[in-house]
């Protein structure tokens, strides 16, 4: 957990929050996402992000959990399956 992991297909950058004890396969537009400090800087596209800066994205299981530092045009997916945004805790009523 905390591990840095960047795109290396588009500027998407991600925080792992949580992850499965066994580990899982974290890609972004389909090729593995690499430690952040080795990978190479890709030039921001024009396309429209599909991973947005400060949005969590879990996979299908729940088990794994990551915060986007950097939007990119890539789509994260775990072991093949895309990622889903995690959705908002509702507040208590204050009635």
């Known amino acids: 957990m905390g591990e840095q992991l960047a795109s290396t297909v588009c500027a998407a950058k991600v925080v792992v929050v949580r ?26 596209s024009g396309g429209e992000a599909a991973t947005l800066i400060g949005k969590r994205y879990v996979n299908a299981d729940d088990t794994l959990e990551v915060l986007c530092t950097s939007s990119g045009t890539g789509e994260l997916s775990c072991d093949g399956v895309p990622m889903t945004l995690k959705a908002a805790k509702p507040l208590p009523a204050s009635d």
């Open 19 to 44: 992850a499965p004890a066994g580990g899982a396969a974290l890609a972004c537009g389909g090729s593995p996402m690499v430690p952040a400090g080795s990978a190479q800087p890709v030039p921001a």
